[in-house]
């Protein structure tokens, strides 16, 4: 991940700080926040952000004055930074080694950067938890137009309106209202309606314990029969692509048990915000699994092997 120096404070009259900065760095948060929703990668979100604190600071003082709210500046560059940026990434996933995942994320207390005062050091940790990030929403995102992803997540997840969207993604308001609705639509048919996070909880302990006990028909009973389940290596780890159905997911799994080394442990960890499972070998993740549920059963299961995407998670 590039995430380079945070921005150095720069005078403001003789001896004096910036009194700006920290109200230009307090926008941080929301930048991660938005970049990692549209980009769907960390790494991805964090070079967005830089980019565009570098664009702020490359300014003349009299211009950043001259900006009425740098907020919405900062906004409106780093939403045309991730638009740009989707194009591009359509061209690297098309060339990426077997199935593309986006980067999961875990729980703020499990951030592998570490804690100085109580203070995370991984910018990842300034990501918001909430149903706008959990997989399943990710992997739709993935199937939009760079347009309609950017016009959806600003209009319908942050709350612009959308004249504020038109200026950002260089639209007219009523293409970025069609855009939303067209992505919106894709939404409501992808995602089941969500079940309560206890009962999700549930199924996936039953889940482990029955992956566990190499119980193949408990995990049957546990699987949606029209379950998928998508691998990501990314070329650096040995993985399957994609599995179709309940009966073959079970079998998939019970020979990954079989193979389990004895240093290989299986836990209950929240990634992007949901009931999940890692997989651990010496103390290491080596895989993180999210699931999507349709009523009592599992309907999909991602499991992200790809080392370059799990520097997050926690090492032990």
């Not at 120096?5 to 910036?18: F, K, L, M, W, Y």
């Not at 995990?219 to 998508?230: E, M, N, Q, W």
């Not at 209950?268 to 999210?290: C, H, K, M, Y």
């Amino acid at each position: 991940m590039t995430t380079g120096p945070e921005p150095a404070a720069v005078a403001s009259g003789p001896g004096g700080p910036d009194a700006g900065l920290s109200a230009i760095m307090s926008e941080r948060r929301r930048l991660m926040n938005l970049t990692y929703r549209l980009l769907g990668s960390l790494a991805e979100a964090e070079d967005a952000v830089q980019e565009t604190y570098a664009r702020w600071y490359a300014m003349p003082r009299e211009q950043q004055e001259a900006i009425e709210s740098p907020g919405a500046w900062l906004t409106t560059v780093a939403s045309r930074v991730c638009l740009t940026q989707l194009g591009s990434a359509r061209a690297r996933r098309e060339a990426y080694v077997g199935e593309w995942l986006p980067e999961p994320l875990p729980e703020s207390a499990e951030w592998a950067g570490g804690r100085a005062g109580g203070i995370a050091a991984d910018p990842a940790d300034r990501v918001t938890l909430d149903e706008s990030v959990n997989m399943a929403f990710l992997v739709v995102l993935e199937s939009m137009t760079p347009a309609e992803r950017v016009a959806f997540i600003l209009h319908d997840v942050f709350r612009y309106p959308f004249a504020d969207v038109a200026q950002m993604v260089g639209r007219t308001p009523a293409a970025c209202r069609q855009l939303a609705s067209s992505a919106r639509r894709r939404i409501r048919a992808a995602q089941p309606p969500a079940r309560p996070t206890g009962r999700q909880a549930a199924i996936v302990r039953a889940f482990k314990q029955a992956w566990e006990a190499k119980d193949i028909d408990a995990l049957i009973g546990l699987l949606d029969p029209d379950a998928t389940a998508v691998g990501d290596g990314g070329g650096l780890a040995i993985t399957f692509d994609r599995i179709a159905g309940g009966q073959q997911i079970a079998r998939a799994w019970i020979e990954i048990a079989k193979r389990a080394e004895g240093n290989t442990a299986f836990l209950e960890r929240t990634v992007n915000g949901q009931p999940g499972l890692v997989s651990q070998q010496d103390g290491v993740i080596v895989t993180v699994f999210a699931f999507e549920f349709a009523g009592d059963r599992i309907k999909r299961i991602w499991a992200m092997r790809n080392p370059e995407k799990l520097r997050p998670w926690a090492t032990g």
